[in-house]
């Protein structure tokens, strides 16, 4: 098979969430030990940071390698879902693993893991790790796939774990409140390893606090130690963050959830120069500067045009809308345009009651079986007093978009990671 072909059986033969959601959910790690002892333990051959979370984790985690590449690290990084290419998932100082490796795993491993049946994301955290091991990372950052406690990237033991924050997303795998989902992502914490929690509440803090004493686990929370002083937008796209410790830090993901995001980071650079993994402040801001060119980040309040503005953002929760919508609304144009789409296991109605009214809407449908079906979105949309038209695809709304707008107007594509994914594959084809 040749890397197409390969990507194709991955995604064929193995459940795969991003596709069918619940049914490619397997509760439990024994698959995950099995491929871990087949492939002779790999995680225990480099040290990890572990970040888990509702939102953020990607960036955080993006940001942490980025820091640690900067620092003059070998690093790892293990993210998901990737938006155009599976090889975004696993990467070394910023470089796809290659797709020679990933044909020549399949080909050679597959006897051994097709009557495991495992799922998609079992099998590639097992190629990740020892892809890791075998190009000899000195430290690798690896993002939680779903939840925590289950998931199976939870066999490390990592130097520090970190969880971003907390809110409803998931409900029918990590439970229906707040408390249980921070009990699920809270299973990362291991006994002795310090964990740094990125924002908590009056129900989650509890959880945490109960989890990392249970587990003599040093416990950090970001949010008491306020690292980031204050945030402002530059005209160049960036954010300039003035900092308690480290000056006047340039942050090149502009989001304003990033606000967040830095302050949790920012307590995770100071374990680490407390341990002396990090020894100045050069690869801090370095890292904050150049997460997308350093580590392949996309689609975090990314910036696909400039006349007319078109921004993209995978923010598709309602915690990542309660940030995007302010922002959204805040961007001064003649004429704002949405492209929208959700996937079926979000809350799509609280959604939408953040979504700006004064907006043109061109609903589109993501290329997953998972996607709302893009006349229901039309319907829902409509009950929200959000007009627009609906589109059988993200390019096809894309375009009409685009046709529509003035030099002055903005242009917005979100609502799911999938609808990004769509539209920077179009836009990757199309060049």
Same mark, same amino acid.
């Given at each position: 098979?040749?890397?197409?072909?390969?990507?194709?059986?991955?995604?064929?033969?193995?459940?795969?969430?991003?596709?069918?959601?619940?049914?490619?959910?397997?509760?439990?790690?024994?698959?995950?030990?099995?491929?871990?002892?087949?492939?002779?333990?790999?995680?225990?051959?480099?040290?990890?940071? #572990?970040?888990?979370?509702?939102?953020?984790?990607?960036?955080?985690?993006?940001?942490?390698?980025?820091?640690?590449?900067?620092?003059?690290?070998?690093?790892?990084?293990?993210?998901?879902?990737?938006?155009?290419?599976?090889?975004?998932?696993?990467?070394?100082?910023?470089?796809?693993?290659?797709?020679?490796?990933?044909?020549?795993?399949?080909?050679?491993?597959?006897?051994?893991?097709?009557?495991?049946?495992?799922?998609?994301?079992?099998?590639?955290?097992?190629?990740?790790?020892?892809?890791?091991?075998?190009?000899?990372?000195?430290?690798?950052?690896?993002?939680?796939?779903?939840?925590?406690?289950?998931?199976?990237?939870?066999?490390?033991?990592?130097?520090?774990?970190?969880?971003?924050?907390?809110s409803l997303d998931h409900t029918q795998f990590l439970g229906d409140t707040l408390q249980?989902?921070?009990?699920?992502?809270?299973?990362?914490?291991?006994?002795?390893?310090?964990?740094?929690?990125?924002?908590?509440?009056?129900?989650?803090?509890?959880?945490?606090?109960?989890?990392?004493?249970?587990?003599?686990?040093?416990?950090?929370?970001?949010?008491?130690?306020?690292?980031?002083?204050?945030?402002? #937008?530059?005209?160049?796209?960036?954010?300039?963050?003035?900092?308690?410790?480290?000056?006047?830090?340039?942050?090149?993901?502009?989001?304003?959830?990033?606000?967040?995001?830095?302050?949790?980071?920012?307590?995770?650079?100071?374990?680490?120069?407390?341990?002396?993994?990090?020894?100045?402040?050069?690869?801090?801001?370095?890292?904050?500067?150049?997460?997308?060119?350093?580590?392949?980040?996309?689609?975090?309040?990314?910036?696909?045009?400039?006349?007319?503005?078109?921004?993209?953002?995978?923010?598709?929760?309602?915690?990542?809308?309660?940030?995007?919508?302010?922002?959204?609304?805040?961007?001064?144009?003649?004429?704002?345009?949405?492209?929208?789409?959700?996937?079926?296991?979000?809350?799509?109605? #609280?959604?939408?009651?953040?979504?700006?009214?004064?907006?043109?809407?061109?609903?589109?449908?993501?290329?997953?079986?998972?996607?709302?079906?893009?006349?229901?979105?039309?319907?829902?949309?409509?009950?929200?007093?959000?007009?627009?038209?609906?589109?059988?695809?993200?390019?096809?709304?894309?375009?009409?978009?685009?046709?529509?707008?003035?030099?002055?107007?903005?242009?917005?594509?979100?609502?799911?990671?999938?609808?990004?994914?769509?539209?920077?594959?179009?836009?990757?084809?199309?060049?």
């Open positions: 098979m040749n890397y197409q072909e390969t990507v194709e059986y991955l995604f064929n033969s193995t459940p795969v969430f991003e596709k069918v959601g619940a049914t490619a959910y397997k509760e439990g790690l024994y698959n995950t030990y099995e491929l871990d002892k087949h492939f002779g333990h790999p995680h225990r051959q480099f040290k990890t940071i #572990h970040v888990a979370g509702t939102n953020g984790k990607g960036s955080c985690s993006h940001t942490i390698a980025a820091i640690l590449q900067a620092a003059g690290y070998r690093v790892g990084l293990y993210t998901s879902p990737h938006l155009v290419d599976f090889r975004e998932r696993i990467r070394v100082n910023g470089e796809c693993i290659s797709e020679r490796y990933v044909v020549d795993f399949v080909e050679e491993e597959r006897n051994f893991f097709e009557p495991l049946h495992p799922s998609f994301f079992e099998l590639t955290t097992a190629l990740a790790f020892k892809y890791f091991a075998e190009a000899k990372v000195d430290i690798a950052v690896i993002e939680v796939g779903l939840g925590g406690r289950l998931d199976c990237t939870n066999i490390i033991t990592p130097i520090l774990s970190v969880i971003t924050n907390i249980k989902i921070a009990g699920e992502k809270a299973g990362i914490i291991k006994p002795n390893v310090p964990v740094v929690i990125g924002e908590s509440n009056a129900e989650t803090r509890p959880v945490f606090e109960a989890k990392a004493a249970e587990n003599n686990a040093p416990i950090i929370f970001a949010e008491d130690t306020q690292e980031v002083l204050k945030a402002e #937008h530059k005209p160049n796209g960036t954010m300039l963050y003035t900092t308690k410790n480290y000056g006047n830090v340039s942050g090149e993901l502009a989001g304003e959830y990033q606000q967040k995001n830095t302050n949790t980071v920012l307590n995770v650079v100071k374990y680490l120069k407390d341990v002396r993994i990090i020894n100045n402040d050069d690869c801090v801001r370095a890292g904050f500067a150049n997460v997308c060119e350093a580590t392949g980040l996309m689609g975090r309040w990314q910036t696909i045009g400039k006349s007319p503005l078109v921004v993209c953002d995978t923010g598709h929760n309602v915690g990542g809308w309660q940030y995007l919508s302010s922002q959204i609304k805040s961007v001064e144009c003649k004429a704002l345009r949405i492209v929208f789409g959700m996937v079926d296991d979000k809350d799509i109605e #609280h959604v939408m009651d953040m979504l700006p009214k004064n907006a043109v809407y061109y609903f589109a449908q993501a290329t997953t079986h998972r996607a709302i079906p893009v006349n229901v979105v039309g319907e829902k949309a409509l009950a929200h007093g959000l007009h627009g038209t609906c589109y059988t695809s993200v390019d096809e709304a894309y375009e009409h978009a685009l046709a529509d707008a003035d030099k002055d107007d903005f242009v917005f594509v979100g609502g799911s990671s999938y609808v990004v994914a769509d539209l920077l594959t179009y836009l990757k084809n199309n060049n």
